[in-house]
C-alpha cells in the first residue's frame, strides 16, 4: 500500500472518529507550473513597453521632412575640387556663413549644370526666381545656446568631421527629422532614444560638448559659458 493511500486511509478513520470537519479535508494538490504565471506576464509587460518605448514611441515623436533639394556633397567636392570651406567659410568679421545663401550657389549656377531633374528644379524654383532654398538645418541650435565656429575650428583646430560626421562623403540629403513638441532637430537630441552613442558623430548634445571640453580642459566649464 503506498503512502498515499495510508494518508488517505488515516484521514476516513478519524473523519468517522472526530466528526464532519475531517470529512470535507482533502490534501493540497501540487500547484506545479502556476507559479510561472506571474513571471511570464512580468516578461511580456516588461517586452511590450521596450517596444512601445524605443521602437513605437520615437516614429509618434519625430517628425520628417525631405530637404527641398536633393543636394550631393560628394558631387561637388569631387567635381569642383571643393572642400567644406568653399561653400562654409567665415567672414572677414570672423563669423560663420553656415548655410550658403543662393548667391553662393550662383558663382557655379547662374546657368544649369547638367541635365539632372535636381539641377532643373533648382534653376527653376530658385535660381530663376532668386529666391532662397528653404533648407532645414540639422545642426540648428536652441536659441538659448551660444556657439562659436571659430572658437572650435580656428582655434581648437577641430575637423568639420569631428562633430559633424562624414557628411562629406554623402551623395544625397537625408531627411530632416524634428521633435514634434520642442520642433528641434534630431541630430541635437540624439538618434538612439536609449541614450548611447554608436559613433562619436551621432549626436550633438550637451554632455557630449561638456564631455570634450573637460577632455581637452582638463576640467568642466561653467554653464554660462554656453548658454545664455
Known amino acids: 500500500m503506498s503512502t498515499t493511500e495510508e494518508k488517505e486511509q488515516t484521514v476516513e478513520e478519524q473523519a468517522e472518529e472526530h466528526g464532519p470537519v475531517y470529512a470535507a479535508y482533502k490534501p493540497a494538490k501540487s500547484r506545479g507550473w502556476r507559479f510561472l504565471i506571474p513571471i511570464a506576464a512580468f516578461g511580456v509587460g516588461f517586452v511590450s513597453h521596450l517596444f512601445l518605448g524605443w521602437v513605437i514611441f520615437p516614429h509618434l515623436l519625430y517628425g520628417k521632412k525631405q530637404q527641398p533639394i536633393d543636394f550631393s556633397h560628394q558631387l561637388h567636392q569631387e567635381a569642383a575640387d571643393e572642400s567644406c570651406e568653399s561653400c562654409h567659410f567665415f567672414r572677414e568679421d570672423g563669423s560663420f556663413s553656415g548655410v550658403p545663401k543662393l548667391e553662393n550657389c550662383l558663382q557655379c ?41 571659430a572658437a572650435h575650428v580656428k582655434v581648437a583646430e577641430l575637423e568639420c568631421v569631428t562633430c559633424h560626421g562624414p557628411v ?27 541614450g548611447l552613442k ?8 550637451m554632455d557630449d560638448c561638456a564631455e570634450c571640453h573637460e577632455e581637452r580642459k582638463g576640467h568642466k566649464d561653467a554653464c554660462f559659458v554656453c548658454h545664455k
Request: charged content about 30%.
Open 168 to 194: 562629406g562623403d554623402s551623395d544625397h540629403t537625408r531627411p530632416y527629422q524634428y521633435n514634434r513638441l520642442t520642433r528641434y532637430s534630431r541630430d541635437i537630441w540624439g538618434w538612439n532614444i536609449a
Open 109 to 149: 549656377h547662374e546657368e544649369p549644370m547638367g541635365e539632372s531633374p535636381e539641377e532643373a528644379k533648382f534653376i527653376t524654383e530658385y535660381v530663376e526666381p532668386g529666391k532662397e532654398i528653404p533648407w532645414h538645418v540639422y545642426a540648428r541650435q536652441p536659441q538659448c545656446a551660444f556657439f562659436s565656429h
Open 198 to 205: 554608436k559613433k562619436t558623430s551621432d549626436r550633438m548634445k
